[in-house]
């Protein structure tokens, strides 16, 4: 398919899953005009709502990266909210520890990606070993760590202040600097950028980069080639792990400041919707969170304003996922 023909599938698809989903918001809507103008405009009503609506662009572009490195080696990893989450609890661990400052932050994110990269590594000895699909266990690995945290987080590491199943607090002096109270946007904001551009000049301008993509579009011509199969599956799903860890740490860190239960939900299957939308090209996935973020935010503020009564977020986003999906499949099998 042409860049062109790309293009027009993915605005189709997310076309679609926002019609879809407006519709819906104004039939369960009390007031369905009110509720119309209030999604479209809503989240750009007040300083709270557009900020969280950055904010959640900003995490999903992280997580959204490791993704286009797995997509673009032919591996699709489904255990992002796992590795999501196993970044976050390990990095509030160490960030409540007695480390200086500096250690204390270069440790949690370094052990945060680390705890991250660790599944998808075992993702990828299974696949070596026993063939088995990266898909499959990848979503397995995540199913079964995350109960494990929530014991963790339930009983021996649970904060001691306050009633939330959570961690201790992260100290104040070393949470990231916020910059449109009361919202959680933080200085993350402007680094999120500089990563697409790096890991678009690492796709697309390295050999090791361009071998990754070669074995996801043509895994035939890259054996023939002599490209290593193993070092392609390792690296890849390495680097993917990771970005989904450091997402867990950075919304630990810098937006939630403690790893409570469950802030992990829907983050990982919204960063691959992104990821999808951007048809794993990282500069793209800058406007794709920005819509889908503008999305889920719009969403949940209906919700809340409307007195909608089950979760509207959770059904938009099976909604938008599965019109994406549709589009992937059908672009695979065309091409």
Same mark, same amino acid.
């Given at each position: @398919?042409?860049? $062109?023909?790309?293009? #027009?599938?993915?605005?189709?698809? /997310?076309?679609?899953?926002?019609?879809?989903?407006?519709? @819906?918001?104004?039939?369960?809507?009390?007031?369905?005009?009110?509720?119309?103008?209030?999604? /479209?405009?809503?989240?750009?009503?007040?300083?709270?709502?557009?900020?969280?609506?950055?904010?959640?662009?900003?995490?999903? /572009?992280?997580? +959204?990266? +490791?993704?286009?490195?797995?997509? $673009?080696? +032919?591996?699709?990893? !489904?255990?992002?909210?796992?590795?999501?989450?196993?970044?976050?609890?390990?990095?509030?661990? /160490?960030?409540?520890?007695?480390?200086?400052?500096?250690?204390?932050?270069?440790?949690?994110?370094?052990?945060?990606?680390?705890?991250?990269?660790?599944?998808?590594?075992?993702?990828?000895?299974?696949?070596?070993? #026993?063939?088995?699909?990266?898909?499959?266990?990848?979503? *397995?690995?995540?199913?079964?760590?995350?109960?494990?945290?929530?014991?963790?987080?339930?009983?021996?590491?649970?904060?001691?202040?306050?009633?939330?199943?959570?961690?201790?607090?992260?100290?104040?002096?070393?949470?990231?600097?916020?910059?449109?109270?009361?919202?959680?946007?933080?200085?993350?904001?402007?680094?999120?950028?500089?990563?697409?551009?790096?890991?678009?000049?690492?796709?697309?301008?390295?050999?090791?980069?361009? #071998?990754?993509?070669?074995?996801?579009?043509?895994?035939?011509?890259?054996?023939?080639?002599?490209?290593?199969?193993?070092?392609?599956?390792?690296?890849?799903?390495?680097?993917?792990?990771?970005?989904?860890?450091?997402?867990?740490? *950075?919304?630990?860190?810098?937006?939630?400041?403690?790893?409570?239960?469950?802030?992990?939900?829907? @983050?990982?299957?919204?960063?691959?919707?992104?990821?999808?939308?951007?048809?794993?090209?990282?500069?793209?996935?800058?406007?794709?969170?920005?819509?889908?973020?503008? !999305?889920?935010?719009?969403?949940?503020?209906?919700? *809340?304003?409307?007195?909608?009564?089950?979760?509207?977020?959770? *059904?938009?986003? +099976?909604?938008?996922? !599965?019109?994406?999906?549709?589009?992937?499949?059908?672009? $695979?099998?065309?091409?």
């Amino acid at each position: @398919m042409t860049d $062109k023909q790309s293009l #027009k599938t993915a605005v189709f698809s /997310i076309g679609t899953g926002i019609v879809i989903s407006l519709c @819906m918001l104004i039939f369960f809507a009390p007031s369905p005009s009110n509720a119309a103008v209030d999604f /479209i405009t809503g989240t750009f009503s007040s300083a709270f709502y557009f900020g969280t609506f950055l904010n959640s662009a900003v995490l999903l /572009i992280i997580a +959204g990266l +490791g993704n286009s490195v797995s997509l $673009k080696s +032919g591996n699709l990893n !489904l255990g992002g909210e796992g590795q999501i989450y196993a970044g976050g609890f390990v990095a509030a661990l /160490i960030f409540s520890s007695k480390f200086p400052p500096f250690a204390s932050v270069a440790v949690s994110l370094m052990a945060a990606a680390t705890t991250g990269a660790l599944q998808t590594i075992i993702c990828a000895f299974l696949r070596q070993i #026993k063939k088995a699909n990266v898909l499959l266990t990848s979503f *397995l690995i995540s199913a079964a760590l995350i109960p494990l945290i929530d014991s963790l987080i339930a009983g021996k590491f649970r904060t001691q202040t306050g009633n939330l199943l959570a961690t201790e607090f992260v100290p104040e002096n070393l949470r990231l600097l916020q910059i449109l109270k009361p919202s959680p946007l933080n200085v993350s904001l402007f680094f999120a950028p500089i990563l697409c551009l790096g890991f678009h000049f690492f796709l697309h301008s390295t050999r090791t980069g361009r #071998k990754l993509d070669i074995w996801g579009k043509a895994p035939e011509f890259a054996r023939y080639c002599g490209y290593s199969e193993n070092k392609a599956l390792y690296m890849s799903l390495a680097i993917s792990g990771a970005m989904h860890g450091l997402a867990g740490a *950075l919304a630990v860190w810098g937006t939630y400041h403690t790893c409570h239960s469950g802030f992990y939900a829907g @983050m990982g299957w919204n960063a691959l919707s992104c990821t999808l939308i951007a048809q794993s090209e990282p500069l793209l996935l800058i406007p794709a969170s920005l819509i889908l973020s503008w !999305l889920y935010t719009s969403a949940d503020r209906i919700a *809340l304003m409307q007195s909608i009564q089950f979760d509207i977020s959770s *059904l938009i986003q +099976g909604i938008i996922l !599965l019109c994406i999906s549709v589009n992937y499949i059908a672009r $695979k099998r065309r091409t």
